[in-house]
């Protein structure tokens, strides 16, 4: 018998999804959209080729106790969408600051479900803090749009090393106040 680790995180619900921790049989599809360059060269960690394990060591880290970082699936499921249509990241900085991340697969790009992931978390606030920042890489501007349209204010440039790009990135940082 396989058990799942309980992992103490909340399931948000927002108009056409479901945000819920990771579990097991979320591999195959991780798998999928991590392997696509479309995506891993996008972010900072998602190496490209993307290694054997990768996936499932990606979600053993997040189900672990001690994480540093919590991890929500984008499940469209009980709108009759897709089971994983990306995913969402809260990484706590410090007990008052978190730091924001997202990516949504190719299949499903346009259809505004980063949007709706990033300000539900926002307004559910699971961590609990006063401010969030997040990151994009400035050849990514319809991820900037996403931030500005959830509120968020940009307040400068930065570098980011990405893996599957091998290189130093251009960003851009933003800021969104929670609490007064």
């Known amino acids: 018998m396989i058990q799942e ?11 056409r999804m479901h945000l819920r921790p ?3 049989s979320d591999e195959g599809l991780l798998s999928l959209y991590f392997g696509d360059i479309r ?3 996008q972010t900072r960690a998602i190496p490209h080729p993307l290694p054997p394990g990768a996936s499932a060591a990606f ?15 984008m499940d469209g499921t009980e709108a009759g969408l897709a089971e994983l249509l990306g995913i969402v990241t809260l990484q706590r900085l410090s007990p008052e ?6 990516w949504v697969a ?10 709706e992931a ?25 991820s900037a749009r996403v931030l500005s349209n959830a ?20 960003t851009w940082t933003y800021l969104r106040r929670l609490t007064a």
């Not at 979600?59 to 699936?73: C, F, G, N, T």
């Open 118 to 142: 990033v300000v539900g978390l926002l307004e559910a606030n699971p961590q609990n803090v006063r401010t969030v920042f997040a990151e994009v890489f400035q050849s990514n501007p319809v």
């Open 39 to 41: 995506v891993a060269s």
């Open 59 to 73: 979600i053993d880290r997040s189900l672990q106790s001690d994480r540093k970082e919590d991890v929500w699936a």
């Open 5 to 15: 680790k309980i992992v103490n995180q909340v399931t948000i619900p927002t108009e």
């Open 22 to 24: 990771l579990r097991r």
């Open 106 to 115: 190719p299949a499903f790009w346009n259809a505004g479900y980063a949007s």
């Open 151 to 170: 509120g968020f204010d940009y307040i400068g440039d930065a570098e980011a090393f990405s893996v599957a790009q091998n290189t130093m990135v251009s």
């Open 97 to 102: 600051r978190s730091e924001i991340g997202y």
